[in-house]
């Protein structure tokens, strides 16, 4: 008789048949400690070059930022406050992050979540309610989509940046329906940008709104750092603005920036904000901090592109088709699930540590080498990635197989 957890042996069986010989759940599902301690982690006595966390500018471990988070913890405690936002978890903490924010990203207000996945999440399914409709981006996170699932409204996923299929989906909505658009600023496999002056003229036309998670945009793009929307000069233009601190601002949590009125009504309607505790005071205030040095050190931004460039040049020299990343993402897509045993000898024979990602995460049938490089990283050490790679790639056929899906992976998403 089936039952209802049949689904998870079908699932591991298929993952074990996409990866055959090349099945490794110590790769898989990481069980080894993964630190933010970058460059290099230590573990078992070997030293390993670590390129693989999204810490982008270096700022989970600046001392300041340890230190405000030690000093509030030795004052409050690690969890506190322990309430929700609307009871006993408002401190003035919280006001002070969700202010600066606001002024960082030019908005009216903020509102602080206690996950960036939330933060995606619950505006998208409490803002777009019954007979509205909100179109997403096929490649959009996993948190934007599930958004669009959870709402009451009509939800469609439009290919991956084809502004052409959007628009035909907005054509066919009457002009006054209300809607959302929703993308992400850098799409954190592929490393390319949503296209958002396009977007911007198709939302006005189509009297539709936009929401952009610039999760990976944020701290990286733009003179300022300020993301997507500052690279391409629309900030000004997009109504709702939604990050984590769980990348460039190196904490944890997350965030909604835009209209008061707007933000107002999320925060009593959303349950990823309403139903759930605040985010910890010494996070909050690590958080204050570390804004404040994203916006002081326009020189990590700097080295983080620099290194980015020798990472990428790197690799396409040596015959890699890595696509036409411009986020800080760098990923090759290759065939089955190759990333396994690249990742496992980058490591093992490299002591250089970077991600495989695998189906679900990516369609069945291909897998990627993921490396996102850090402000504290060395252009001497991406030149090491690169020379490791080409070098597993004599005994691996990471090569052939990137060849062979790496248009095939976007084809997939625009077929
Ligand atoms: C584009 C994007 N949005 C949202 C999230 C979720 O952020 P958090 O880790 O804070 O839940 C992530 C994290 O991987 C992401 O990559």
């Known amino acids: 008789m089936p039952d209802i957890f049949d689904k998870c042996d079908v699932f591991w069986q298929r993952v074990k048949k996409l990866s055959g010989d090349y099945y490794d759940e110590s790769v898989f599902f990481r069980k080894f400690p993964i630190t933010n301690c970058l460059p290099e982690i230590e573990m078992d006595g070997k030293t390993y070059l670590q390129i693989a966390t999204n810490d982008y500018l270096g700022l989970a471990t600046h001392p300041e930022v340890r230190k405000i988070a030690a000093d509030v913890t030795a004052e409050h405690g690690v969890g506190t406050p322990l309430g929700a936002r609307p009871l006993t978890g408002n401190t003035t903490m919280h006001l002070e992050l969700e202010r600066k924010l606001a002024e960082f990203r030019r908005t009216e207000d903020c509102l602080v979540f206690n996950l960036g996945l939330g933060a995606m999440s619950g505006t998208i399914a409490c803002i777009v309610g019954r007979n509205e409709r909100v179109f997403v981006d096929e490649y959009a996170h996993g948190c934007v989509s599930d958004g669009a699932k959870l709402c009451k409204g009509e939800a469609s996923w439009f290919k991956h940046n084809d502004m052409d299929d959007l628009e035909n989906q907005l054509k066919a909505c009457p002009i006054d329906q209300p809607k959302l658009i929703a993308v992400d600023g850098v799409y954190g496999m592929t490393g390319d940008l949503a296209p958002l002056p396009d977007l911007v003229e198709l939302k006005n036309k189509y009297n539709a709104q936009l929401f952009v998670d610039d999760a990976h945009g944020t701290g990286v793009m733009g003179e300022n750092g300020r993301g997507t929307p500052e690279l391409f000069g629309v900030e000004d233009e997009i109504e709702l603005h939604g990050g984590t601190f769980a990348k460039s601002f190196g904490t944890f949590g997350g965030y909604l920036c835009g209209p008061k009125k707007v933000l107002d009504f999320v925060k009593y309607n959303s349950p990823s904000f309403v139903l759930t505790k605040a985010l910890p005071s010494p996070i909050t205030a690590a958080t204050i901090k570390t804004l404040e040095l994203m916006q002081a050190m326009p020189e990590r931004r700097h080295q983080l ?85 080409i070098e597993v790639s004599n005994h691996l056929p990471l090569l052939e197989g990137n060849q062979a899906v790496a248009h095939k992976a976007v084809a997939h998403v625009s077929e």
């Open 305 to 389: 592109w620099e290194n980015i460039n020798v990472l990428r040049s790197g690799l396409r020299e040596g015959g890699f088709d890595i696509g036409n990343p411009e986020g800080a993402v760098t990923s090759i897509f290759t065939k089955g699930a190759l990333a396994l045993p690249v990742v496992r000898m980058l490591m093992d024979k490299h002591d250089i540590i970077v991600n495989p990602v695998m189906y679900p995460a990516v369609p069945y049938g291909i897998s990627i080498v993921r490396m996102t490089a850090s402000a504290l990283h060395t252009p001497a050490q991406m030149q090491r990635l690169v020379d490791a790679i």
